[in-house]
């Protein structure tokens, strides 16, 4: 489109004219920008990729750029010690059992109440909205003891869960769908909130239930903002360390691959470069649901919908 | 790594793939299969709650529960004797650098800078890169630190600030930037309370800017996603009537995208009202840089027995301060809803 | 058996919010009954309220006999045409028509039976695999009355279907939707704020106002017959000639000109009617005559308009194109005295 | 009829479902379980679970080790929701002391054969174990460290003749030789995250220690002595005089000092030339020597000698830490495991593993892997004084006042009448709760 775009302006203007000049500037600066700031931004995280392919002698007594400069020293002593360390599979079989569930239960849920907050009609509807809004600004760590309390009262600890046969995770999932559902909800009952009104009465008339509504329009036109509200609560659940410490603890049968990780590092701080070979490590998961999730972000998707 | 945890996790695998999405199915196909069981004039009343109840009832036991239980301690000594305003009187007296001020200050420097920049850049970022063909990757390169655990971020930015004496060889970036290209003395950025521009300390707005490398890409991506729901023709139609990029930014990209624009900045002010992983980790709150969740933790969890009559003080502040956020927010929600 | 009853019907949004006011139509079956009036005048709102998308707050809906208050929208055997079309815009045109069709069950070789049929008489064949953004305006337009014709309903509402389009495939369309009625010999209820549109396409017509119903009938009959004031100023183009007048007898009195009305009406004021087409350059004993100033000349081919003033008035005129005037000149014109309108003017009602 | 066959499908999914996990449910093995929270992790983890395997192999109760530096914020809660673990290892006394206040922790004396840790055992430890002076032990420690050890490069000492000093006295001569030299003597590094400034704590409170003798520090910790009085301050100006005039004796100044991590803090010793020549920390900094360079080996490329006595009356004075076990649940398997931990025997295995010290003294010395950890035992062993951390046994409003306070002063000595007063203000009202 970009490309449509650039081509009719070129042909606007005759080839070396001042106006023509211009353009070809401002297209070449708009590179520049571009790959300016994101070079910029990337600077820690390549200094953080460069420091995990040195050796810790290194790390302290030097600046990362020092490494890219001969003598190469480079080497995957980090990453070699970090994969030999005990309990990565079964740390990252648990994040993926945490992640899954945290993820669907909490948007699945905020995608029924958001339909409701945003098209359907009830009584102190929109104080509800706002309240959960004013939720999302609750400080976790001022839940933790009240809802474990509870929890241990309901029997709801990850021991008594395995022993009646159930996933001991089921804590983990409810408490993050807890945390993640005001944000879950905004994001969404302000998207569903922006679709044509038409689109709901015509499907009425046409006899669609609200079943069908809201799974045969609401959510396929909604993709983009199911798509990023996936990514967001993936990333807070697979990134999450203290709430899982909470609710299911960090003993290796049920710790999520983040507790592995830190306790790599001694508790005096030894091996600290370890983490920035897990930090590496952890990321690909997340990065790859972000890639394969970005092609839902596609342009107009309400096209030819409403507009003439 | 040992995959016969696979086979051990059997029941868990098996309830997280089948169990929880056909809990969620059975739940709504259940619902509305009650609710047409209704008659005709009672479904409009009834069916709003059974689409909402899940979520009301998650959020109220994780959030509403212990916020309220949270206000009624607030009045209250640690042995649960009413003592009225004791605790705030605690946290609001000694202005100020007494009580909680510094934390009340330094978080209105949160809600001011780490909102902006985080806002500003999302849009810029989503603006630029929207007319550029390699889009995807430039996106996915600022979205990374995203993916990066804010343990791990933490380390990075302490990479990004290290200090050596003047002279030594510098082993932190900006260190290293400042003294070979602008030959000026190193600063100790996590500890120089020096002010920026005679208001914002130098360590906070390093702190700041640490945070706000962290969550540029969420600001980005819904922005973006925004920005990618205005019609392209639309955007046509004004470059063909003549209008600059920029006065096509401002007078039809900006306000189409001004609902999501409230919903982002709305998010991040509450994320700056509750910014904490990044403050606690760097410097706990020493230098001035201390915030409310940061100071409402210590006294919760690093303060033995714990002072739950004067974190909860603290932590009803911070909830008050949200409370002119919703009121623009109901004021936009209304607007929505009498346009449509 | 599809006719249309509004009985006493009336749509309140709050205590003193009433949108539609008494509301008393009753449409024929097979009519193409149009619903006119400037935006906001509840027109729309009348139509939703048929369509079970809005709740009737006072008096009944009927369509044929069934009372249709409480039936679900699904249920009342209607279709209808939006403004914006209301496409799916993830769905295929196929889809997009079919969907209805699948609402109600019906076997999948049917369905395809009836979209294949729909887009034959809409010219959509060769479209059916396309996505609606992929289409012109025109071709969603048509998408969204197949969509209404697949279900051959009892009735089809169609709110303003043609405000998006072009003048020319307005023109055009205004012939299709004509010849579609005549073709499924359905009750059409065409909402439109163009008095166009109006005139040209329906069988009768009703013309709201601030949610009353001001006069309802065939489009001549609104023309020559104009209710009230208001009907009269909003049918026809150029608009009516409206001046006050004091009447006494069977004469009318504007600060211009003098006119025998036709019958005899109390004296009092009131505000004449008069149509540009009655004040022409021919005079006869059919007519009065007045002065006009000329201020603007409009020669449009076929016609001639005339804008002036006579004495502290605007008149329109519409006289021989071949009539030479000039800006400033002052011309004597004739006026029919047939064709007069007079208002009452506190109530606006007309009197002749 | 489409969504009652999904209807359909659902059911016999969720009746799937629970089939599964009602025959999936584990069992735990006959002999039971202790869940253990500590906040060892890394190689520590590693040499925790080589101590607990004897235990585990023959008993057959099964570990479930939970390893957490949140363990302030997990312990709280946990306790506080009525879930602890059966057995909890912390770093300092401090959290433990608190549950053990509020009756969360089961004394131990019926658990633990009380004769032999009174004779293998040094009563400081017992003294501690007792923090609600009824008789009642609440806490045992396994392993411990020394702290006052002057780290410095023996190659660095020996390059430039420098001896290792006997005496105060002798160290602030030394500190001036190395000073005219024309290096900063000291590495000092006061930053650590959310405790940031307790490096320079210990500084204090050794100083304290040996400088005014053992029952001041002990009414200092208990705040019967105020941070005004002329011995404290007299501590921290003796600090001042390590630290020098604008912090001069020390690499950086005060700018490097709040700005390095505490685990970075003896690398300038190491540099080439040398940055500095001395660093005070605890035994346990060793490890941190050994992940920077693997090959360097103790007693060569590094080594230590204990701070020198101030006050010859109090010498042989010794600030200490260590390891504090309590019991939450008086479990048949917890029970068991803390009795194995107080044995000499499960203690030298961590020992032979190097990086900490036993305070059992049937712990032979030839169980340290090296010289080096073998003289700190030595030491230990040997104290005459020896004390607990002060700042771990102060209430937690005055124990972060405190690092805060040496930030301040690090960064400015001239204020310290006025930080010492707003200790003092801090101490009037954190005693009282």
């Given at each position: 489109m970009s490309v449509a775009t650039a081509t009719r302006q070129e042909s606007l203007a005759v080839p070396f004219s001042p106006r023509w000049l211009a353009e070809r500037l401002s297209g070449a600066v708009l590179h520049v920008v571009v790959i300016g700031l994101t070079v910029a931004w990337m600077v820690p995280a390549i200094g953080l990729l460069i420091t995990s392919l040195r050796l810790p002698s290194d790390i302290a007594n030097s600046g990362w750029w020092t490494a890219l400069s001969p003598p190469f020293k480079f080497t995957v002593d980090n990453y070699s010690q970090m994969l030999q360390a005990s309990n990565l599979g079964q740390g990252f079989f648990n994040s993926f059992m945490i992640s899954i569930p945290a993820v669907i239960i909490p948007v699945t849920i905020a995608a029924f109440a958001a339909y409701a907050f945003s098209w359907m009609k009830f009584p102190g509807r929109d104080w509800i909205f706002l309240a959960l809004v004013g939720l999302l600004a609750v400080p976790l760590q001022l839940t933790f003891i009240p809802v474990t309390t509870v929890f241990v009262k309901l029997g709801f600890t990850p021991d008594h869960l395995t022993a009646i046969g159930l996933p001991p995770f089921i804590p983990l999932w409810l408490a993050h769908a807890g945390y993640g559902l005001p944000f879950s909800i905004y994001l969404l009952a302000n998207f569903f909130r922006a679709l044509p009104s038409d689109l709901f009465e015509s499907a009425e008339i046409d006899g669609a239930g609200m079943l069908t509504v809201f799974f045969r329009i609401v959510v396929p036109l909604s993709v983009p903002a199911i798509a990023s509200l996936v990514i967001f609560q993936f990333l807070w659940v697979w990134n999450d360390l203290l709430v899982a410490l909470i609710y299911v603890g960090g003993t290796p049968n049920v710790a999520p691959v983040t507790v592995s990780l830190v306790n790599l590092v001694g508790s005096y701080g030894q091996n600290y470069q370890l983490l920035t070979a897990a930090a590496f490590f952890s990321m690909i998961v997340p990065l790859v649901v972000f890639l394969s999730l970005q092609r839902y972000f596609v342009r107009g998707i309400l096209a030819g919908s409403v507009k003439g | 790594m040992d995959w016969s945890v696979l086979l051990t996790d059997l029941p868990t695998l098996v309830a997280v793939v089948i169990g929880v999405p056909a809990v969620l199915a059975a739940y709504i196909v259940g619902g509305e299969y009650l609710v047409r069981r209704l008659p005709d004039k009672n479904r409009p009343a009834v069916r709003p709650w059974i689409w909402v109840a899940p979520a009301l009832l998650l959020v109220a036991g994780f959030l509403v529960l212990?916020?309220?239980?949270?206000?009624?301690?607030?009045?209250?000594?640690?042995?649960?004797?009413?003592?009225?305003?004791?605790?705030?009187?605690?946290?609001?007296?000694?202005?100020?650098?007494?009580?909680?001020?510094?934390?009340?200050?330094?978080?209105?420097?949160?809600?001011?800078?780490?909102?902006?920049?985080?806002?500003?850049?999302?849009?810029?970022?989503?603006?630029?890169?929207?007319?550029?063909?390699?889009?995807?990757?430039?996106?996915?390169?600022?979205?990374?630190?995203?993916?990066?655990?804010?343990?791990?971020?933490?380390?990075?930015?302490?990479?990004m600030y290290a200090y050596q004496p003047p002279g030594q060889p510098q082993t932190g970036t900006l260190n290293f930037l400042l003294s070979t290209v602008f030959h000026q003395d190193p600063r100790t950025w996590i500890q120089d309370t020096t002010p920026i521009l005679g208001l914002l300390p130098l360590n906070n707005l390093a702190i700041i800017a640490a945070a706000v490398w962290g969550i540029v890409g969420f600001s980005m991506v819904i922005l973006s996603a925004a920005l990618k729901g205005i019609p392209g023709d639309l955007l046509e139609a004004a470059r063909v009537d003549g209008a600059g990029e920029i006065t096509i930014f401002r007078r039809v990209i900006f306000p189409l995208m001004m609902p999501t624009v409230v919903v982002v900045g709305t998010t991040l002010v509450i994320f700056a009202l509750k910014a904490f992983d990044t403050v606690y980790a760097m410097t706990n709150g020493n230098y001035d840089t201390d915030v409310l969740a940061n100071r409402m933790y210590k006294l919760l969890y690093q303060h033995f027995p714990s002072d739950y009559a004067n974190a909860s003080a603290v932590a009803v502040i911070l909830l008050a301060t949200v409370i002119p956020v919703l009121i623009f927010n109901l004021r936009q929600f209304r607007a929505v809803e009498a346009r449509r | 058996m599809a006719s249309v009853t509004y009985d006493h019907v009336v749509k309140r949004y709050t205590a003193d919010v009433t949108v539609v006011k008494d509301f008393n139509v009753e449409i024929k079956d097979k009519e193409f009954m149009v619903l006119v009036g400037p935006s906001g005048c509840g027109k729309s709102t009348a139509l939703r309220m048929l369509a079970g998308l809005e709740a009737i707050t006072e008096g009944q809906i009927r369509i044929g006999d069934r009372v249709v208050n409480n039936v679900a929208a699904k249920d009342r055997d209607i279709a209808m045409v939006f403004q914006s079309y209301a496409l799916y815009p993830h769905?295929?045109?196929?889809?997009?028509?079919?969907?209805?069709?699948?609402?109600?069950?019906?076997?999948?070789?049917?369905?395809?039976?009836?979209?294949?049929?729909?887009?034959?008489?809409?010219?959509?064949?060769?479209?059916?695999?396309?996505?609606?953004?992929?289409?012109?305006?025109?071709?969603?337009?048509?998408?969204?009355?197949?969509?209404a014709i697949v279900r051959s309903p009892k009735v089809f509402l169609l709110d303003e279907p043609l405000s998006n389009l072009d003048a020319k495939l307005r023109g055009q369309t205004r012939i299709e939707l004509q010849k579609l009625h005549r073709d499924l010999e359905t009750t059409f209820i065409y909402v439109t704020h163009d008095q166009v549109e109006a005139m040209t396409m329906g069988d009768r017509i009703a013309i709201m106002n601030a949610g009353i119903l001001q006069q309802v009938g065939t489009p001549g009959d609104i023309y020559d017959h104009p209710a009230n004031l208001f009907v009269a100023g909003f049918i026809g183009s150029p608009t009516m000639n409206f001046v006050p007048v004091t009447t006494s007898d069977s004469t009318a009195k504007a600060s211009g000109f003098e006119v025998k009305l036709p019958k005899s009406v109390p004296a009092g004021k009131g505000t004449l009617g008069f149509r540009p087409e009655s004040v022409t350059d021919r005079i006869s004993d059919q007519t009065g005559t007045l002065d006009m100033k000329v201020d603007v000349v409009e020669r449009l081919g076929s016609d001639q308009f005339l804008y002036g003033q006579v004495g502290s008035d605007s008149v329109t005129a519409r006289v021989d194109p071949k009539m030479k005037v000039e800006p400033g000149d002052t011309v004597h014109l004739g006026l029919d005295t047939r064709t007069l309108h007079l208002f009452d003017s506190q109530t606006e009602q007309a009197l002749i | 009829m489409r969504s009652s066959s999904l209807i359909r499908a659902l059911v016999v999914t969720m009746a799937a479902v629970f089939a599964t996990v009602a025959c999936g449910g584990g069992g735990t093995a006959n002999a039971g379980s202790v869940k253990v929270m500590a906040t060892w992790t890394g190689v520590e983890q590693a040499s925790f679970m080589a101590v607990m395997k004897p235990f585990t192999d023959s008993t057959g109760i099964t570990l479930q080790y939970e390893a957490s530096r949140d363990q302030d914020a997990l312990l709280t809660t946990r306790v506080a929701a009525g879930n602890p673990p059966d057995l909890a290892a912390a770093p300092s006394p401090t959290l433990l002391t608190n549950f053990a206040k509020t009756g969360k922790v089961k004394a131990l004396n019926n658990v633990v054969d009380m004769t032999a840790l009174q004779s293998e055992v040094s009563k400081t430890w017992i003294d501690l174990g007792e923090p609600t002076g009824d008789g009642k032990l609440y806490q045992v420690f396994s392993w411990v460290a020394l702290k006052g050890l002057i780290w410095y490069d023996p190659k660095n000492f020996q390059a430039k003749g420098y001896n290792v000093p006997n005496s105060w006295d002798s160290l602030l001569q030394l500190q001036q030789t190395i000073k005219s030299g024309g290096t900063t003597p000291w590495c000092i590094a006061l930053e650590s995250g959310a405790a940031s400034g307790w490096p320079g704590s210990d500084w204090v409170k050794e100083i304290v220690l040996s400088q005014s003798g053992p029952s001041v520090y002990d009414n200092w910790w208990q705040g019967k002595q105020k941070w005004t009085s002329p011995e404290i301050k007299l501590a921290w100006q003796t600090w001042g005089q390590i630290l020098g005039a604008n912090?001069?004796?020390?690499?950086?100044?005060?700018?490097?000092?709040?700005?390095?991590?505490?685990?970075?803090?003896?690398?300038?010793?190491?540099?080439?030339?040398?940055?500095?020549?001395?660093?005070?920390?605890?035994?346990?900094?060793?490890?941190?020597?050994?992940?920077?360079?693997?090959?360097?080996?103790?007693?060569?490329?590094?080594?230590?000698?204990?701070?020198?006595?101030?006050?010859?009356?109090?010498?042989?004075?010794?600030?200490?830490?260590?390891?504090?076990?309590?019991?939450?649940?008086?479990?048949?398997?917890?029970?068991?495991?803390?009795?194995?931990?107080?044995?000499?025997?499960?203690?030298?295995?961590?020992v032979k593993r190097g990086g900490k010290i036993s305070p059992d003294n049937k712990v032979p010395l030839e169980d340290y892997p090296d010289a080096l950890s073998k003289s700190t035992a030595q030491i230990l062993v040997q104290t005459k004084i020896g004390k607990y951390d002060a700042g771990d046994l102060m209430p937690t409003d005055m124990k972060n006042a405190y690092w805060g306070a040496v930030l301040k002063f690090a960064q400015n000595q001239g204020q310290l009448n006025s930080i010492l007063a707003s200790l003092d203000a801090v101490q009037a009202k954190a005693y009282t709760s």
């Open positions: - | 212990p916020a309220a239980g949270t206000i009624v301690q607030s009045f209250q000594d640690n042995r649960g004797n009413f003592v009225a305003f004791t605790n705030f009187g605690n946290q609001l007296g000694g202005f100020p650098t007494g009580g909680a001020w510094i934390a009340i200050r330094d978080n209105l420097f949160w809600l001011i800078f780490y909102t902006l920049f985080v806002l500003a850049f999302g849009l810029l970022l989503a603006v630029l890169f929207d007319r550029v063909p390699y889009e995807k990757i430039v996106k996915s390169l600022i979205f990374l630190p995203m993916a990066i655990s804010s343990v791990a971020t933490v380390i990075i930015w302490k990479f | 769905m295929s045109v196929y889809d997009n028509m079919a969907f209805p069709l699948q609402m109600q069950r019906m076997p999948k070789s049917d369905i395809d039976k009836r979209v294949k049929n729909a887009s034959r008489i809409l010219g959509l064949d060769n479209f059916l695999k396309r996505k609606p953004r992929a289409l012109s305006g025109g071709q969603r337009q048509r998408v969204a009355l197949g969509r | 912090d001069a004796n020390v690499y950086g100044g005060s700018k490097t000092m709040v700005s390095t991590n505490f685990a970075d803090g003896g690398t300038p010793l190491f540099q080439n030339p040398p940055k500095c020549y001395m660093h005070n920390q605890a035994s346990f900094i060793t490890a941190n020597f050994q992940s920077a360079d693997p090959q360097a080996v103790a007693g060569t490329d590094y080594n230590f000698f204990p701070l020198p006595d101030i006050t010859s009356q109090f010498a042989g004075a010794h600030v200490v830490s260590g390891d504090a076990w309590s019991m939450f649940n008086d479990t048949p398997q917890a029970e068991k495991m803390i009795k194995y931990l107080t044995t000499a025997d499960a203690q030298a295995i961590w």
